[in-house]
């Protein structure tokens, strides 16, 4: 009976350290699932950050490189209009030259008309035989009838001239009203059809950021002009 007590013992004291290796093991495990999941959980958030960084990276780095485009926009604009202001000013220098080299040449025909003209007058009034009164008097009538012609001369030519620049800035504005019409026309063009061709469109039909700005968000944003113009020969 002593000895059958002893082995119940023993094999309780057995069964209560097995239970207890058992719980210590399943707390190792959950100790082990906790920390695998505590270093999941950290390293998920590395990732979060690291990704969050790399946004902030890439939004710094578009708005650098808006800014950059902006910066050089502005200078080429700013470059254009001093190089019209430059263009500008060599065109008024030099239709100042032409205008004084005009009317140092109109002066000088004036001249040679007036000296023809009295000398004609002289000519055919005689005035050589006349006595110096009368020549003084008579010079002095033919100097005013000359420079009544010579007024006359130059109000014709005025006339005609403006009828000229006239004709000129008329012709001028039918061929702005004729561009105009013709622009119109291609813009309702390509607002009929480039949609349907987004993707095909050849380089060159739409010039510029005015002909993208007809359209809306969506197309400015998926449109990426071929390569290719199928207008040159060369790719043909």
């Not at 990704?51 to 490189?65: P, S």
């Not at 470059?79 to 109109?106: D, G, N, W």
């Not at 012609?149 to 030519?157: E, G, H, N, Q, S």
């Not at 019409?181 to 813009?187: A, H, K, P, Y």
Request: charged residues 45%; proline residues 1%; negative net charge.
């Amino acid at each position: 009976a002593e000895k059958a007590s002893e082995m119940r013992k023993q094999w309780y004291q057995r069964r209560v350290r097995g239970e207890s290796e058992r719980m210590e093991v399943r707390k190792a495990e959950e100790a082990a699932k906790a920390e695998v999941r505590n270093q999941l959980a950290v390293r998920l958030a590395h990732q979060k950050e690291d990704e969050a960084e790399l946004q902030q990276i890439r939004d710094e780095l578009a708005w650098e490189e808006e800014e950059e485009q902006n910066r050089l926009r502005e200078k080429a604009e700013q470059e254009k209009r001093i190089r019209m202001r430059l263009e500008l000013q060599e065109v008024e220098r030099q239709q100042l030259q032409v205008k004084a080299a005009k009317k140092h040449l109109e002066k000088q025909e004036d001249e040679r008309f007036r000296q023809e003209m009295l000398a004609k007058f002289a000519e055919d009034d005689r005035i050589e035989q006349m006595n110096a009164q009368k020549r003084r008097m008579k010079q002095l009538e033919h100097k005013r009838a000359v420079e009544a012609l010579i007024d006359d001369r130059r109000a014709r030519f005025e006339a005609e001239k403006a009828s000229e620049m006239s004709e000129i800035e008329d012709e001028r504005k039918r061929q702005e009203m004729r561009q105009q019409i013709i622009e119109e026309e291609r813009q309702k063009l390509l607002q009929e059809h480039a949609q349907k061709l987004l993707g095909y469109l050849p380089k060159g039909v739409l010039r510029d950021q005015k002909d993208l700005s007809l359209f809306d968000e969506e197309f400015r944003t998926n449109f990426v002009p071929l390569q290719v113009d199928f207008f040159d020969e060369k790719n043909w």
